[in-house]
């Protein structure tokens, strides 16, 4: 049951062979057995999974079922649940019971999905590693010695141990794909303003998209059209109607013309990444594609660009885990300062705490014109590139990460060196562009992701050409060894 | 930019984050390598590009007046610290 | 030496919604703590804002009435500050981009004569909570109800010289707004603040002097007191030497003066940046122009038909226009009666003030409606009762004994406009005083207000005076 995807589920379920309370119970179990060695939940939900997926049940009976009803996933712990722990990776949140349930949340609850719990994920989504967990690390499924990629490392590991169908992620600056590409699944964040952001708790506001994470791009697909629709309580949510993201899954690829951008294949770059995804490409070829070389000039200066805007948006964003409304409150404070300064030095990780560092100088008086302004005109120039590219491709292709999986701890002592690895995802969020990734292969035993960055609102086309990829491909089905 | 203890200090009390002496060397450190991380965007002449505060070219929605919140005190205050008589409490705040 | 003062005002008019500014949370004062801050106000985490349209509308009502633009564009910004009313340790409002530009209001002068004082800009932003000092075991108590109440801060240019200036400026911005209905400029409860930059510099001198800001001067008399003893403090402190610092001082209005607040004023660092959950907030001509069309009659331009058209003095049109609730009352009353201008305005600005005066009432609470004021106006006009009867049909009136025509019914208030029956009072009481109708035709004129007199005491008031006058000076020549 556990190897079958969300449509084969779906079918399944229709078709009476298992009840969603059967499914439900299968994957919980297989957490109980395997997430010991994961440690991709932080919070399992058993009782309520069980409740929701008996209700589903019942939905069923009475012929109320939907497309995902009674399909059991797992919930990235940054989204707000109403009565569960909702740590977003913190120990400043460790005791924070969400009061209502995200945007997000009320979908799926809407859809019937049932939700297994909560995953874990690097501290306020901060980290291309999910070493910054207060829950401690994620391992790779495909190498325990690896990590899952961050920031939504648990949901990615879940779903390639297959500890869950699907899940949920968000992507600031490549959170969804990154993971995706390392644990070797599929995982789109869709066009800043697609899925709302009310309930999921912020990063960056201006980057931050959540996404699905599942095995393949149909299943994305499925689970995109639960999760994106219009909401009046994000100022920053599109109003328009809801696309059926399924809709061009059967277009064939012949013309689909792609872009691969030569700043994505130069140093930096994996050999052995690189042979995976120039090989995907050649498939593409096969499957009729044309294939272009285009420029995407600026994307050097991406990571530096992000590395202002996020650290300065988080800054502000995390300055209401002050101790006093809910979350983690220093023991005995002497005065209002020492609230602040314990319970928020004592709440938040090191990742966190450079980062609002970073983001509180880069506003500081005097530097705002130097950093914040300067970042946000070459946010411009770098959404210009891709706007001039897509006047002659209808989709980017590349690499989601230059490298596979690196082994847990060997980057932990240079933030740096874990921030330029983000160069060919995040540049997509400063742009606002929907990406996605796919696997291709795989490097020294570590999957390697496909990326595809598509125009604007052009989810459908890029999940057409990931799925018409995975008909004529089996990565996708691989599955890591000890988790079959 | 290399960054001293006292950038540290001030940057920490700005942000009202606690770190302990011991561990401001190594702020500096990682800090300052971020930030010459950050000044490669110096390079590039920017002079009459229009900031870019939002990825799409929207405008503000605007909702209509109106109470739709309903009183959730007792609710919200189940996961507070520390409340009295349905305030939040804090320690003494002078004027 | 003489010096010249130079003075600011920021003014904040909490704007009279009934949701907050960027949540659905109700904004009525008074509720217990804490039960209308919903999650947006209380800044949980993974909340966002989406702001008011009726805040815009009132922002571009109050930009049109100052004859100011308002902005096509404008931008929320987050003001960055921990402070533990602050629940998200930052305010949105708006900085480099404010939603009204340049604008003015004229206020009169005491030595008569007008003077334009320049606005700088007015924005949105929203209000704080509030901190309870009330020990609570030695801690503070926090209130959030008020955090996001909507505010539009309207900044002066240092247009004013006098603390009285100040005070004119305030109560004209504080008509303004409650014309306009965009704030219920309700002071006690604080829906309209003032913080005042004051300094002096030596007369002729083109530099300002180092300010201090006031804070919490929330009266027109406060704003008066504290003024004058900072310009006074100030002029001191250089007079014998010293030197104005910038800061902030709390106006303790129990003392009548003002104090430094404690130095918390080490690197107030803001770190304003563009509210990123929030977007540009682009106000189209067509929404202007409609909220142009719901314009009242400004108070300038009303006094001026006052005087034109009414024929009011200057003095009377302004007391008037004091406030939109006075002025239509008195229009309410004129249109009951049909004209008379003249006669209702001295009625609402004497009888009908001085008894509201007394009693401590708002005119919206006056018992005596325009309606029945305009009734009792019309029987002074068609003779029924004299002016002086009126006075005490008025008293009837607020007392709550009816209409005009039923205190005069009531009271036999009628005058006597028979002419017969005012002759035979006169001959009687010329016949009771055959010595002074003599020394009358003899030449003392001044016995005329005699005869009256008596007339109307066997009258009680109630002869028609003219009718009187007429009469008796023809029985007494004849």
């Known amino acids: 049951m556990h190897n079958k995807t969300l449509s084969e589920l779906s079918a399944g379920l229709a078709g009476g062979d298992f009840s969603s309370e059967e499914l439900t119970g299968g994957f919980l179990a297989r957490i109980g057995k395997f997430d010991g060695q994961l440690n991709s939940f932080i919070t399992v939900t058993a009782e309520s999974a069980l409740a929701q997926a008996r209700a589903a049940d019942a939905r069923r009976a009475q012929g109320q079922a939907g497309a995902l009803t009674g399909i059991p996933l797992a919930q990235k712990d940054i989204f707000c649940t109403d009565g569960v722990r909702t740590s977003c990776g913190s120990k400043m949140l460790d005791n924070f019971i969400a009061p209502y349930d995200a945007t997000v949340i009320e979908h799926c609850n809407g859809a019937g999905l049932v939700m297994l719990g909560k995953t874990n994920m690097d501290e306020f989504a901060m980290g291309s590693s999910n070493e910054t967990s207060f829950y401690g690390a994620v391992k790779n499924p495909w190498d325990l010695k690896a990590v899952p990629g961050g920031s939504s490392g648990g949901s990615a590991a879940a779903v390639a141990a297959r500890l869950t169908p699907a899940a949920t992620g968000t992507d600031t600056g490549g959170s969804i794909r990154q993971p995706a590409a390392l644990c070797g699944i599929t995982g789109i964040k869709p066009t800043y303003g697609s899925v709302s952001r009310y309930g999921m708790i912020a990063f960056a506001s201006s980057l931050d998209q959540g996404g699905p994470l599942a095995r393949n791009a149909e299943d994305c697909a499925l689970l995109l059209n639960v999760m994106a629709g219009f909401d009046p309580r994000d100022s920053t949510s599109v109003e328009r109607a809801t696309p059926d993201y399924s809709a061009a899954l059967g277009n064939p690829v012949k013309g689909l013309r792609i872009g691969l951008p030569k700043e994505y294949f130069g140093a930096g770059l994996d050999p052995a990444v690189a042979q995976a995804v120039e090989e995907a490409i050649a498939e593409y070829r096969r499957l009729g594609a044309e294939v272009v070389e285009i420029s995407l000039p600026n994307t050097a200066l991406a990571v530096p660009t992000y590395y202002v805007i996020a650290p300065a948006e988080c800054s502000s964003n995390l300055s209401r885990m002050d101790g006093v409304r809910f979350g983690h409150r220093c023991a005995e404070p002497q005065n209002l300062e020492d609230l602040y300064k314990r319970s928020r030095g004592e709440g938040f990780g090191e990742e966190v705490k450079r980062r609002i560092m970073v983001g509180t100088y880069a506003l500081s008086a005097g530097y705002y014109d130097a950093y914040y302004l300067k970042a946000q005109q070459l946010r411009h120039l770098i959404a210009d590139d891709f706007k001039a590219a897509f006047e002659k491709v209808d989709v980017i292709m590349g690499p989601t990460s230059p490298s596979v999986a690196f082994d847990i701890g060997a980057r932990s002592d240079d933030p740096v060196a874990m921030y330029l690895a983000d160069v060919y995802t995040i540049a997509v969020n400063l742009a606002g562009l929907p990406g996605m990734s796919l696997p291709v292969g795989f490097a020294d035993g570590r999957p390697v992701g496909l990326q595809i960055i598509g125009n604007y609102f052009d989810e459908a086309r890029m999940l057409g050409a990931a799925h018409q990829y995975q008909l004529a491909t089996d990565w996708h089905q691989r599955i890591p060894h000890g988790f079959e | ?95 | 030496m003489e010096w010249e003062t130079v003075i600011g005002l920021e003014i904040h008019a909490q704007l009279a919604t009934t949701s907050k500014i960027f949540s659905g949370a109700a904004t009525a004062y008074g509720a217990a703590p804490n039960t209308q801050a919903c999650a947006v106000d209380l800044g949980l985490p993974g909340v966002l804002p989406v702001l008011n349209k009726e805040t815009v509308r009132m922002a571009t009502k109050f930009g049109l009435a100052i004859g100011a633009t308002v902005a096509p564009r404008s931008i929320f910004a987050r003001k960055n500050y921990f402070y533990p009313d602050l629940p998200k340790g930052y305010q949105i409002s708006q900085y480099e981009l404010p939603v009204v530009g340049q604008g003015y209001v004229d206020i009169e002068l005491e030595e008569g004569g007008s003077k334009r004082i320049g606005i700088t800009r007015a924005h949105l932003e929203e209000d704080a909570g509030k901190s309870l000092h009330e020990d609570f075991n030695g801690m503070t108590g926090i209130d959030l109800n008020r955090a996001g109440t909507p505010l539009l801060e309207i900044v002066s240019e240092p247009d004013m010289r006098s603390a009285k200036e100040a005070v004119a400026y305030m109560k004209k911005l504080h008509a303004l707004v409650r014309y306009l209905e965009i704030c219920d400029g309700n002071m006690q409860e604080g829906s309209f603040r003032c913080d005042a930059n004051v300094s002096v510099r030596p007369k002729g001198q083109e530099a300002f002097g180092t300010r201090a800001e006031l804070k919490n001067i929330n009266s027109f008399r406060f704003v008066e007191k504290a003024i004058d003893y900072e310009v006074e403090r100030q002029i001191a402190l250089i007079e014998s030497g010293g030197k104005v610092v910038q800061e902030t001082r709390l106006f303790d209005p129990d003392k009548g003066e003002t104090r430094s607040m404690r130095a918390k004023e080490e690197a107030n660092d803001y770190r304003y940046f563009p509210d990123p959950d929030l977007l540009p907030l682009v106000i189209e001509p067509a929404f202007i122009e409609a909220v142009a069309a719901t314009l009242p009659e400004l108070p300038d331009a009303k006094r001026q038909r006052f005087m034109e058209e009414h024929g009011l003095s200057a003095y009377d049109a302004g007391i008037l226009t004091d406030s939109r609730d006075i002025a239509d009352y008195y229009e309410a009353v004129v249109t009951a009666v049909g004209g008379e201008p003249k006669l209702c305005a001295n009625w609402v600005i004497g009888e009908l003030s001085s008894y509201l005066n007394r009693d401590g009432r708002e005119i919206d609470a006056s018992p005596v409606s325009s309606v029945l004021l305009a009734g009792m106006i019309k029987r002074i006009l068609d003779n029924t009762i004299s002016g002086k009867i009126a006075k005490e049909v008025f008293d009837a009136m607020w007392a709550g004994e009816g209409d005009a025509d039923a205190v005069i019914g009531k009271k036999g208030l009628k005058q006597i406009t028979d002419t017969s029956a005012i002759e035979k009072i006169i001959d009687e009481v010329l016949a009771a005083n055959p010595d002074n109708v003599a020394a009358y035709r003899g030449g003392k004129d001044k016995l005329f207000g005699f005869f009256v007199g008596q007339v109307m005491r066997a009258t009680q008031g109630k002869a028609n005076p003219q009718q009187l006058n007429e009469l008796l000076k023809r029985k007494l020549e004849g």
């Not at chain 2, 203890?5 to 700005?14: E, T």
């Not at chain 2, 503000?60 to 109470?67: H, K, M, N, T, Y």
Request: charged share 25%.
């Open chain 2, 1 to 95: 930019m290399a960054l001293e203890r006292k950038d540290i200090k001030n940057i920490a009390h700005l942000a009202r984050l606690a770190i302990s002496e011991a561990d401001i060397p190594e702020y500096a450190r990682n800090l300052s390598n971020i930030l010459a991380l950050v000044e490669q965007m110096q390079a590039v002449d920017t002079s009459g590009v229009t900031p870019m505060a939002h990825p799409l070219d929207a405008v503000q929605r605007l909702r209509e007046d109106g109470v739709t919140e309903t009183d959730q005190r007792d609710h919200f205050q189940q996961i507070a610290p520390a409340v009295e008589d349905g305030l939040y409490l804090v320690p003494k705040v002078i004027e």
